[in-house]
């Protein structure tokens, strides 16, 4: 099992350029999320889905889009990179063992990206 | 609306020192869970601990013991005997949900822990 992977590990954008980072995950969850990471703030939520074909807003969705055509990737999407945008983002998945909040999120190892 | 702080933005002890980092909640929920994560310099967030509302009793793992005090809404983390392999940033984490049930977690702003020979 490779768990949670995340594609590219570093990339570097110019402001107005879009792209979009992938998530992939082996291990059957049904939930993903996109995370960002930026100094001093910790982990914030962009996005998450739920299941194949649903996506719903996190916490810092703007200037973010996803999808998830499959259950095992869930993509994120930048339309019009910012500076502003320069972060760490990390994916995660679920599953639900039957009861509510005992589910635990695994996390990929990290996309590093810069926009100048 | 829920909010995980910690304090400590970075500690620096010496090797085999104790040292236990605090971590303080708030939350309108009754039912909730609140994790530890460990982000070493590689950057990878590796999962320590889930504890549900419910449950108060400490738990101890190797030199990991956790400390939850519904009371004080905190529940802190202490490292026995600190070695420098667990010199990385710690996240305190709670729970919130979606309506469709997704877990969505509310990350604390992290405490850099070094730990030096």
């Known amino acids: 099992n490779a768990g949670v992977t995340q594609t590219p590990k570093f990339r570097v954008l110019k402001t107005g350029q879009s792209m979009t980072l992938l998530c992939a995950q082996d291990?059957?969850?049904?939930?993903m999320y996109w995370y960002r990471q930026d100094p001093g703030m910790g982990l914030r939520l962009i996005h998450y889905s739920v299941g194949e074909g649903t996506t719903a807003k996190g916490e810092v969705p703007d200037g973010y889009n996803v999808s998830r055509l499959k259950k095992q990737n869930f993509l994120l999407g930048l339309e019009s990179a910012a500076p502003s945008q320069t972060s760490v983002y990390f994916c995660?998945?679920?599953?639900?063992?039957?009861?509510?909040?005992?589910?635990?999120?695994?996390f990929g190892p990290g996309t590093r990206l810069l926009v100048l | 609306a829920q909010k995980v702080t910690q304090a400590q933005t970075e500690i620096s002890v010496v090797e085999k020192e104790d040292v236990t980092l605090d971590c303080v909640y708030e939350?309108?929920?009754?039912?909730?869970?609140l994790f530890w994560y460990k982000q070493p310099p590689s950057g990878e967030l590796v999962f320590l601990i889930r504890?549900?509302?419910?449950?108060?009793q400490n738990e101890i793992s190797g030199r990991y013991s956790w400390n939850f005090q519904k009371s004080t809404s905190s529940f802190n983390f202490t490292i026995t005997a600190s070695q420098v392999v667990d010199s990385a940033v710690y996240f305190c984490a709670l729970t919130t949900y979606a309506p469709q049930g997704a877990q969505k977690l509310v990350f604390g702003q992290g405490t850099r822990l070094t730990i030096n020979p």
């Open positions: 291990m059957n969850h049904e939930y």
């Open positions: 995660a998945s679920s599953y639900s063992v039957g009861k509510r909040g005992q589910e635990t999120q695994y």
């Open positions: 504890r549900n509302s419910f449950d108060e």
């Open positions: 939350t309108r929920d009754t039912t909730y869970y």
